[in-house]
């Protein structure tokens, strides 16, 4: 479904938002902490910190639905990627380093643009990260303008 | 629950805020939002210029979700929202769309 454009646009540098949500239906908002795409299986290999964010990850139930989005700073082009929950747990050792490694490389990217580290302190976390298997469903242009929320088949995300 | 007065700094920013809905499917739907408005200590405005999405799934269920940034010490703090009116004019119409007004202006 994620065409090589895509998947490269995902898995470099961008800052990553998520979103579950409860019986209820209430919506519940998380950033993300890196996404790498396994290139056999096109399911999202998604992480977060369930320390900063223990309700959105709490509701990131495998069966469950979720929303990610993807946006590059320097000109806010972004996508949203919506889909299911396949698997869900503490990530690995691979994965909390691929974690970490973002994680340090946003906050580098952020100072170097004039943000405080004490602004950063709260931004981000590597802490107690958690691998989200995503099933990916649906794809949407994100980026502010006229196409903005228009749904991409998998033709013109490639 | 915290009076939105004490997070003052994190309305009107520069941060972007995030909002989150559900579809009528329980699928949520993430994006950013420019601004979110303080009203008062228990409710906040929301413009609805561009996202169409999340309009249609408050409306449908009444609830959103609202990530704000405070610019000066970047705490994150999450609103749990719930829907009351919306508003076509009267004081809070009025004081957003100067706001946006502005923020075009430059």
């Known amino acids: 479904m994620l065409g090589p454009e895509l998947l490269e646009f995902i898995e470099s540098p961008v800052m990553i938002l998520f979103a579950t949500r409860d019986e209820a239906g209430r919506p519940m908002i998380g950033r993300g902490s890196g996404v790498r795409v396994d290139r056999q299986s096109g399911n999202l290999h998604f992480l977060a910190s369930r320390s900063q964010w223990p309700r959105a990850v709490g509701e990131a139930l495998v069966g469950r639905p979720i929303a990610t989005t993807y946006v590059r700073a320097t000109d806010y082009k972004a996508c949203q990627i919506k889909g299911r929950v396949v698997e869900a747990g503490p990530a690995d050792e691979a994965h909390r380093a691929r974690g970490v490694a973002y994680v340090a490389e946003q906050l580098a990217r952020m100072m170097a643009l004039g943000v405080t580290r004490m602004q950063l302190s709260s931004t981000l976390s590597d802490q107690e990260l958690v691998c989200l298997t995503i099933a990916p469903q649906a794809i949407f242009e994100q980026t502010p303008g006229p196409g903005a929320g228009r749904r991409l088949t998998p033709e013109a995300a490639a | 629950m ?105």
């Open chain 2, 2 to 106: 915290i009076p939105l007065d004490r997070l003052r700094d994190s309305f009107e920013g520069v941060i972007p805020s995030v909002i989150a809905t559900t579809d009528a499917d329980g699928m949520p739907n993430i994006s950013y939002l420019s601004h979110v408005h303080y009203v008062d200590e228990t409710h906040v405005a929301l413009s609805n210029q561009f996202f169409s999405k999340t309009a249609i799934n408050v409306a449908r269920n009444g609830l959103a979700t609202v990530m704000v940034v405070d610019g000066y010490s970047g705490q994150q703090h999450v609103l749990d929202l719930v829907f009351i009116r919306s508003e076509t004019e009267g004081e809070t119409f009025e004081r957003v769309a100067i706001h946006l007004t502005i923020l075009e202006s430059r």
